[in-house]
């Protein structure tokens, strides 16, 4: 199994409206796309030791293929809208995925 987060950060006071538009983002994942496969998720931000404007959007896959079909998937034209919305929020080259193998 895969924990694959994928990490970023918002300009400030734009946090709000940056989760909104992850947690529209995501049902729509939910529904048409492979992230649909994954075996947990969730959303959090920094709170001690890390910026509040700091997000992670995290999902567990069984496999890496399983996980590269969903990302493939955010190709699809209803997600463009959402990665317009948040060029308005993130703070550019923030975003950054990380990929950790689950072992016990």
Known sequence: ???CQWSLDIQFGKLGEALGIIKQWGAEKMRSSGFSK??????????IGESAA????????????????ALSDMSKPQFRQFAEQMANVIIPGSQKWQIFKIVS
């Open 1 to 3: 199994m895969y924990l």
């Open 54 to 69: 700091h997000i992670v959007d995290e999902y567990v896959f069984a496999s890496m293929d399983e996980f590269e079909k």
């Open 38 to 47: 994954a075996s947990a998720c969730r959303v959090y931000t920094g709170y």
